[in-house]
Nanobody
Framework: QVQLVESGGGLVQTGGSLRLSCAAS????????MAWFRQAPGKERELVAA????????NYADSVKERFTISRDNAKNTVYLQMNSLKPEDTAVYYC??????????WGQGTQVTVSS
């Protein structure tokens, strides 16, 4: 099993910044990627950003490109999401995702991000 603990959410004004962290523990070998998803009220969960754990390649949703940056710290087994120039439409619960090579996904408990206008 894999445990994911997220932190860093909160309330911020439009144009502000937040950094989310997700620490992984347990059976974390053989991970293919880690990612951040988000889900706003009444909407489906969507991929925000992902990072390949071996090679470090990243991809982003079009809506967050140039504003969000995903990064990893191998030694700390942690993935980060730096969010800048936040907009009200970024308001959502943000979930950390761990994907095993087998395709099995693990999820964090979610952290609320609220951007006030």
């Amino acid at each position: 099993q894999v445990q994911l603990v997220e932190s860093g959410g909160g309330l911020v004004q439009t144009g502000g910044s937040l950094r989310l962290s997700c620490a992984a523990s347990g059976r974390t070998l053989n991970r293919s990627r880690m990612a951040w998803f988000r889900q706003a009220p009444g909407k489906e969960r969507e991929l925000v950003a992902a990072i390949n754990w071996t090679y470090g390649g990243t991809n982003y949703a079009d809506s967050v490109k140039e504003r969000f940056t995903i990064s990893r710290d191998n030694a700390k087994n942690t993935v980060y999401l730096q969010m800048n120039s936040l907009k009200p439409e970024d308001t959502a619960v943000y979930y950390c995702n761990f994907r095993h090579w087998s395709g099995v996904d693990y999820w964090g408990q979610g952290t609320q991000v609220t951007v006030s206008s």
